[in-house]
């Protein structure tokens, strides 16, 4: 069973210069409980914060974003390194490793919103096809409005002064500008749920054929990508973590 220790307070003092290397000594040893001074002995008084000690926070928060971004299980290291040759590797190989591994995060995450938002444009599609409107026909008129959405097929509906194309619930009413809201209100009466105009030119069949080729391309190169970062957790992900807990000591 492990005891508490009694504790002594101490006062270590030594030239300047030789204050880094000691303050590191004595975090690596783990013997001296390090606390803030409040300045209440005379003579003595807080200096500034050592170089390496902001070194180490930086590198420490770059690590930690590396394991993060690559979901590396941060648990017990495998083992053991010379601590000083840990952080001369952190110190020669972290900016390349870094500069990699953000490289294809952001390819990644950047493919992954454009396979997202592929995907959300192809169900929109999907939904107005039936309709047989060329997509330039729903927007680009000066004189009027076009109003998009579903609506039962058991409804019906005669609005004077437009144009109605339905297909099963889907419908679009071409109203004049100056009666838009009124045209609306009636519709939203009568159980009309209204749908983002599609954007877009040409026949909309054709442009989700296109659109289905582009998002297979885009799920492959997503889980391409994913690949290479978990042959960056395989590769790298036990070096960060003992790395890790180097910094962190």
């Known amino acids: 069973m492990l005891k508490p220790e009694p504790m002594t307070r101490v006062v270590i003092c030594g030239l300047n210069q030789d204050l880094p290397d000691v303050s590191h000594i004595l975090s690596q040893k783990r013997l001296v409980h390090l606390e803030d001074y409040g300045g209440e002995d005379e003579g003595f008084s807080a200096g500034a914060t050592l170089d390496y000690g902001a070194k180490v926070s930086e590198y420490l928060v770059r690590i930690r974003s590396l394991i993060k971004i690559l979901d590396i299980d941060a648990g017990s290291p495998v083992g053991i390194k010379n601590a000083n040759s840990v952080e001369e ?61 579903t609506l039962s097929s058991k409804t019906e509906v005669s609005i004077p002064n437009t144009e109605t194309v339905r297909k099963d619930d889907m419908i679009a009413v071409f109203v004049p500008t100056d009666g838009h809201e009124e045209v609306e209100r009636q519709l939203v009466k009568a159980g009309f749920k209204s749908l983002d105009l599609p954007t877009g030119e040409g026949i909309i069949s054709d442009e989700m054929v296109a659109l289905e080729s582009e998002m297979q391309n885009l799920e492959g190169e997503v889980e391409a990508l994913g690949h290479e970062l978990e042959a960056l957790n395989k590769r790298h992900g036990q070096w960060l973590v003992i790395a890790e807990e180097h910094f962190a000591a």
């Open 89 to 149: 590797e952190v110190f020669e190989k972290l900016d390349g490793l870094e500069k990699n591994i953000l490289a294809i995060h952001k390819n990644h995450r950047d493919s992954t919103q454009k396979l997202k938002d592929g995907m959300n444009r192809l169900g929109s599609l999907e939904q107005f096809e039936p309709l047989g409107i060329n997509l330039e026909s729903f927007s680009g008129f000066k004189s009027m409005s076009v109003l998009t959405g």
